[in-house]
């Protein structure tokens, strides 16, 4: 019987189903958008307070590849600016800036005094004048490469090395989840390029599964997190027609909702995830392949017709499940202006939008004024075109064609000029991405530096093919448009790194990993 309590209904045909990082991403964009500044690979190592003050310490850091490219080149390790004499970190031109003021203070007091020798007197403020154009060239002179003209994609493509699709050099720890997954400081090696201190009035605590560790930076041991990981494989869109919902089995009392059958807003067939508690021996122990068993064999029961032998990617993710068992969304008890948004485990994704507004009110009780932004902007364009099979229809350009083809072909020479012909130039062959997309997708206020940020956005790698060069190389397409765009040498753009959380034992599973996935499906 429906509740009485019942104030209204929200009809979802596709079970509300959204894409968790498509979501988040669009959230994050939208904020920097309105004024939010966004500092990424940053790490805090501790916490204190001085007086009303917070002082947060924050390690930067950048992938070792990155750096080691960047010093080869003669450019800053933290991304700031070219070293040398055309730019420099803010540090480096600090330093300029002070130690030339002094040498200019003391030549116009020289060039000014009557005591000394009249030729003295010229030499200084000739000198003088000499080092503050010098210095003024030093601070003042653009930072960067001049900016690409028009650019024959295919020259960059032939620079980029292939996609890493075996090995264990990536692998993503449970550590590591908490941190970025396959974009954490191991994953990619990390290498510290600086510290930063940010003072601040307030903090909220919302690091995910590491929020425990932020608050006992302060004294407040009041929860712990306990991690709790969820498997998933991902099949093709051929599988995607066997259900048009989401398939629940009878929820366990402690594990929750269980391993389900769902279809993704693309089109594929997801299963999982799993419930495995890192406290729990067993289930941390457990091998990839007895991870697969189980995802397979719980599924077979909800939806018997799938093809295992379709699994073309798997992943992991850790939900920070509170040692209070439930959601934390107070104020510590060590300081009333450090707010605990910690725990958050599903649904935490469709109560965000609340949890934002409760935020807000805490701090207003805690003393933040929060006058409206009149000039909030709440509207975000999409970044993927939708398609109609081989036709594409963008914004402020018309119908096009979509057109594939070997690089070089079909690709734009990058300038604003072709953006009719980018709009048809199909970059990912499996998702139907366009060079257009891409482009548009790097341009927006979000930082991209990666393929990983680009297929996070647009899907470019996310199909079938999982990238494969010997398909279509569009991961390789990728990386040269992102250099392209940002003016920086390939080298430069980080990669897809292998094998981040999966099961799979390679990214291009061959047919006998395929007959061992139907194995283990129809081992229980």
Not at 482 to 488: L, M, T, W, Y
């Amino acid at each position: 019987a429906l509740n009485p309590n019942a104030i209204a209904a929200l009809h979802a045909p596709d079970a509300g189903n959204v894409i968790p990082y498509e979501f988040a991403i669009a959230l994050c964009e939208n904020a920097v958008d309105n004024g939010v500044e966004l500092r990424i690979r940053r790490e805090v190592t501790d916490i204190s307070k001085k007086g009303e003050l917070f002082e947060v310490d924050v390690r930067h850091w950048e992938p070792k590849e990155y750096v080691d490219t960047r010093e080869k080149m003669g450019k800053s390790a933290d991304g700031s600016e070219p070293a040398g004499l055309g730019g420099g970190s803010l540090i480096y031109k600090s330093g300029i800036a002070v130690s030339s003021l002094g040498v200019i203070v003391k030549g116009i007091m020289m060039a000014l005094d009557e005591n000394i020798n009249n030729d003295i007197r010229l030499q200084s403020a000739v000198a003088t004048l000499f080092v503050a154009i010098v210095t003024a060239m030093l601070l003042f002179k653009p930072s960067g490469e001049k900016k690409q003209g028009p650019t024959v994609l295919k020259d960059l493509v032939d620079k980029c090395f292939p996609p890493v699709g075996s090995g264990e050099d990536a692998k993503v720890g449970v550590a590591d989840m908490f941190t970025g997954g396959s974009g954490s400081w191991n994953a990619v090696k990390g290498v510290t390029v600086g510290r930063e201190a940010v003072k601040c009035r307030y903090v909220i605590n919302c690091a995910g599964s590491s929020s425990d560790k932020i608050a006992k930076m302060i004294g407040d041991d009041s929860f712990y997190i306990k991690p709790r990981l969820g498997d998933y494989l991902l099949l093709n869109r051929n599988q995607g027609h066997l259900t048009s919902r989401t398939i629940f089995p009878c929820p366990d009392p402690v594990l929750g909702k269980g391993v389900l059958v769902q279809t993704t807003l693309w089109g594929n067939l997801i299963l999982g995830p799993t419930a495995r508690d890192m406290h729990n021996e067993e289930a941390r122990n457990m091998s990839p392949a007895t991870v697969q068993e189980y995802i397979l064999s719980k599924c077979k029961k909800l939806c018997p017709y799938f093809d295992p032998k379709e699994t073309f990617h798997a992943f992991c993710g850790a939900r920070a499940k509170s040692s209070r068992g439930d959601w934390i969304i107070e104020p510590s008890s060590k300081d009333g202006n450090f707010i605990h948004v910690a725990g958050i485990d599903s649904p935490g994704l469709a109560g965000s939008p609340a949890i934002a507004l409760e935020v807000v009110r805490l701090l207003q009780e805690a003393g933040l004024e929060t006058p409206a932004n009149k000039s909030f902007n709440p509207n975000r364009a999409p970044i993927i075109t939708p398609k109609a099979g081989m036709l594409v229809y963008p914004p402020k350009i018309g119908r096009r064609g979509l057109k594939m083809g070997p690089v070089g072909k079909n690709d734009s020479n990058g300038t604003d000029a072709e953006e009719a012909k980018m709009a048809s130039n199909v970059i990912c062959k499996c998702e139907k991405v366009t060079e257009l997309e891409v482009v548009r997708a790097v341009r927006r206020s979000l930082p991209i530096d990666s393929t990983q940020a680009i297929r996070k956005r647009t899907r470019a790698g996310m199909g079938h093919c999982q990238g494969d060069p010997e398909n279509y190389n569009c991961e390789c397409r990728v990386k040269a448009i992102i250099a392209r765009e940002n003016n920086v040498s390939v080298e430069e753009v980080g990669s897809r790194p292998w094998p981040a959380t999966s099961t799979l034992s390679q990214r291009w599973i061959d047919d006998d990993e395929k007959k061992d996935l139907e194995k283990r499906m129809a081992a229980q």
